[in-house]
């Protein structure tokens, strides 16, 4: 995990431009061509911004890749109302003031057809009004959030709180016990997140012993675990993140936490973040997402994409829902669909049949955008990490809605 996350720009741009055939417009910017020329139109233009180098480019990189796994599909199937599609990618890098400049370059520059892409909640407040307000263009949102996100134009294709929180907390409550710790990351997503999960908790009959946030870097966390161990808290819901949440679980681990028979629950949990520890370390960690790999032993479809995924892109970027490849791959169908029921692409003709598009099959099942709401209803499935890897102990009952907007 972190061997990969350290990614360097220069080892970077060679293996990208050599995995996808893209050519270099710029810094950190890149093109795949049309397949085909289209003597009547030119090609429908579609952006991806996300981070390919930076923190968590394990996760903006497996998005990048998803989407041209998408876009090479849709053109081998003929493309969009005739036309091919074109593929500009930018590295927003993690950073973002870097970000937006090159966001701009989609815009203003390629002048796509819609942007998808941001990862991490402070990217997407930071390249909205760049695509949505300033730019007048479609963006599609791909990311587990904390909800809130209501602006016109923008689409959400990842879990919110709702479909996250609403029938996992119960099973933790039912699995672990009622005295929950919520140590988080100092950002709005934990801070959001924390909200609603506290009114999970308490409505089934839960304890909230304490919430505490620590700075984004923050790698010692002692007297966090010495209260956890002294309050007897029964389930770590945690929101720390990376890099922080590596060392954070290992001295849960080694203060006897799990021993005694504790839970840890993380919500952004998949398979590239079940490499940070040891397999003992997060033995029995609970996540709630709309896709795990051990979902294709018994869904044809979800085996279909995974084998596609990895045939291509071999590797230790991975196609995994809680770093938005799912989101990608579900934002990218829907707004197919909604292309081909307007049977345009201007912003106003997809956006309107967007509100209400739905696919009949992908990660996870099938998905539908809930019309007037700009999120998604999908399927969520718990699941509980033992060996190092994944067991799903829990699924919905149909679509989950996400109670937004």
Same mark, same amino acid.
């Given at each position: ?178 005295? &929950? %710790?919520?140590? !988080? +990351? ?6 959001? $997140? ?5 009114? @999970?908790? *308490? /409505? ?114 991975? &196609? %995994?829902?809680? !770093? +938005? ?6 934002? $990218? ?5 909604? @292309?081909? *029921? /307007? ?63």
């Amino acid at each position: 995990m972190f061997d990969r996350t350290q990614l360097s720009r220069r080892r970077f741009l060679s293996n990208f431009a050599f995995a996808s055939g893209a050519v270099a417009t710029g810094v950190g910017s890149w093109v795949i061509p049309a397949p085909w020329a289209n003597a009547a139109e030119a090609p429908i233009k579609v952006g991806i911004a996300t981070d390919l180098t930076g923190p968590i480019a394990y996760a903006g990189n497996a998005d990048a890749n998803v989407a041209k796994m998408v876009i090479k599909e849709i053109n081998a199937g003929g493309g969009l109302l005739g036309r091919p599609l074109e593929l500009y990618i930018e590295d927003t890098a993690s950073n973002e003031s870097v970000a937006v400049g090159n966001v701009r370059k989609l815009i203003q520059r390629d002048k796509v057809d819609m942007v998808l892409g941001g990862i991490t909640s402070s990217m997407r407040n930071a390249i909205k009004d760049p695509i949505v307000a300033r730019g007048k263009t479609l963006y599609i949102y791909p990311q587990l959030y904390e909800g809130k996100e209501c602006t016109p134009y923008l689409f959400c294709t990842g879990p919110t709180p709702a479909q996250q929180c609403d029938e996992f907390i119960p099973w933790l409550i039912k699995n672990g016990g009622k005295k &929950f %710790a919520l140590p !988080s +990351a100092n950002y709005v997503w934990p801070h959001t $997140l924390n909200v609603y999960a506290r009114k @999970v908790i *308490e /409505a089934n009959g839960g304890e909230v012993v304490f919430e505490e946030y620590y700075p984004l870097d923050q790698v010692d966390f002692s007297a966090t675990v010495n209260r956890i161990i002294s309050n007897k808290v029964d389930v770590v819901f945690n929101t720390v993140i990376p890099p922080g949440v590596g060392p954070f679980f290992k001295q849960l681990y080694e203060a006897g936490f799990l021993k005694n028979g504790g839970r840890l629950a993380c919500v952004y949990y998949d398979e590239n973040t079940l490499n940070i520890n040891q397999a003992a370390e997060i033995e029995g960690l609970a996540s709630c997402l709309d896709y795990f790999k051990v979902l294709t032993k018994e869904n044809p479809f979800d085996a279909k994409i995974q084998a596609a995924y990895e045939k291509d892109f071999p590797g230790n970027f991975l &196609f %995994a829902a809680g !770093s +938005a490849a799912t989101g990608t791959y579900r934002g $990218l169908k829907l707004w197919e669909a909604a @292309v081909k *029921e /307007a049977g345009k692409v201007d912003r106003e003709s997809v956006a309107a049949a967007l509100d209400h598009a739905k696919i009949a099959e992908g990660p996870g099942g099938p998905a539908e955008m809930v019309p007037g709401k700009r999120h998604c209803k999908m399927k969520m499935y718990t699941a509980v990490a033992k060996g190092g890897n994944y067991e799903i102990v829990g699924r919905s009952n149909g679509l989950v809605d996400p109670k937004e907007c």
